[in-house]
């Protein structure tokens, strides 16, 4: 840990230097700690307890500072794994050391960065840089970005730059290029959005393959368009990526199979007071994306160029999060039984508030919400024998992946009660998404109550229930919260696994902890299992095996 003292001292170093510069400091620090403990309660399939790693204690920290004067801003990040990260992390993320860093000049027509820099073209499906702490992602890039207005209603981004991975940086050269136009502005519309835009992204690896039938630099381009008009809305999104080499499994480029790739992204919607619609849908083929071309198929995303998150209601509850679709851009061709090259789907969202002083919404009304989501594979025809190939058809649904449905109802009853029901139902089919076995049925009850004290004083309870015909099978789960006041929170949680086949496996997987805040610092403890299996955050999954321990987490900024 002398490495991570280092570091502190380092930190509050540069804070006193900087502070007695004319300008304007800000900054933070998060901490999150595991000391990772035996638990023979805890087996695996063949009835092996779990053990805690060869180094217990283990912890993610990351110190950030930003400054600005007038025009000008720099940023450094240091980040800490100490002794090693937490558990199925990158393992690149290791030691102590300074992982980002920039400099930028803005003006009103004029923004130029250097160094490590975030950026997104359109909605992200071939280009997005972004962090992720809890999932462990940090792919930003480090090179060179200008964004230049020359008018109020045109807007052009040019790049350069290699992406992160650890501490260090991928064998590969990135660029990019968007324009997008504000029709709005340059129409003066004044009850609707118009905008227009376009973009290109190249990928420069250098392999050394045999008769390569792939060129080094990749190119992908798209083009997309938005329009809203009082309550309505609607953007599509079309892209194109190059003939490539397409990577089946992690580290394994060849000339075996070379195609191109494409998405096709619309979303539409509509919404007055008391009334919503959204619905998105999404045709993926051969859209994986990465830096490296070998990085296909890694745990970590690492070296991901692309944003392609699951487009399904990102629930809330427990146990409805056991299951979760992970979005199918790539291409696998292992079996009959297990053809892939994309995806073909979508979700609608209808909200729906029942008005006060009706039947049903009584003196405080009543909110329902209803999702439903669908994802196949793409249809064609597929070879799966020497030479491997297959052939897409364009809007033909292929076999399923997945589906949901779930109904949430939302009732105040007085300034004191809120309740909430939801009913969810899954269809999962585990050897397509995972390539694994299996299809699994699943029907989901949650019911939770909250009561208000006062305004700051609350407590909530919620207890679900998962009736599932396959894999782990049956699951209840509750949870209690209690807000004291607007500092102290504390919870209780207990997911139980009675259903499973192997008597070994009916784990409670229970949690308790507390948190306490101050401005804007955060401090939380807990005690419990974590249940294996995949963590998510926005679409946006990575795999976590089960383990005992406790975690701290601190969380400040200035």
Partial sequence: MKKLYSFTLLFLLSISVFSQV??????????????????????????????????????????????????????????????????????????????????????????????????????GLLLRSWEDRALGINNALRGLRVIFKPTSFITIKSLYGRQRTGFDVADSKIYGSDVEFDLKTLFKFQTSDLTLGFNYVGRDEKLDLPDQKFNDLTNAFGGRISFSHNSYYISFEMNYKAEDAVVQLNNQVNNRLVKPGSSFLINTGYSKKGFGV??????????????????????????????????????????????????????????????????IGGQIDVFYDIKKGTTLGGKNGMKIAVNASNWNALSGTFYIFNPQDYQTDFLKFGKKYYTDFSIEVTK????????????????????LVEGTDGVIHTNIAAAEATYKFTPTKSIRVVGEHMWADYDKKNWASSTVEFNANSKYSFYVTDLYNYGNDLEYQRNHYYNFGGAYRKKTTRIALSYGRQRGGLVCVGGVCRNVPESSGVSLSLNTSF
Avoid: C
Avoid at 61 to 71: G, Q, S, T
Avoid at 412 to 431: D, E, L, P, R, V
């Fill in 22 to 123: 004319n300008g304007n400091l800000s900054g933070g620090f998060e901490s999150n700690i595991q000391w990772y403990l035996n638990d023979k309660g805890l087996k695996d399939e063949f009835n092996n307890p779990t053990s805690h790693p060869d180094e217990p204690l283990r912890s993610n920290n990351y110190l950030f500072l930003n400054y600005n004067y007038k025009n000008w801003s720099a940023g450094i990040q240091g980040e800490a794994y100490e002794q090693n990260a937490l558990l199925n992390l990158n393992p690149k993320y290791n030691g102590t050391n300074v992982a980002t860093y920039f400099i930028q000049y803005k003006s009103e027509k004029l923004d130029i960065t250097g160094g490590y820099f975030y950026e997104q073209f359109g909605s």
């Fill in 278 to 343: 959204d619905a998105t849908f999404r045709r993926l083929e051969n859209m994986s994306f990465f830096s490296e071309r070998g990085a296909k198929g890694n745990e970590f995303n690492d070296k991901i160029m692309n944003f392609i998150p699951s487009l399904t209601k990102q629930q809330h509850y427990n146990l409805a999060n056991i299951y979760v679709y992970q979005a199918q851009p790539g291409v696998f061709i292992a079996d009959k039984d297990l053809l892939k090259a994309g995806e």
């Fill in 412 to 431: 105040k009853w007085n300034n004191k009660w809120q309740s909430a029901f939801s009913y969810i139902n899954q269809y999962y089919n585990k050897q």
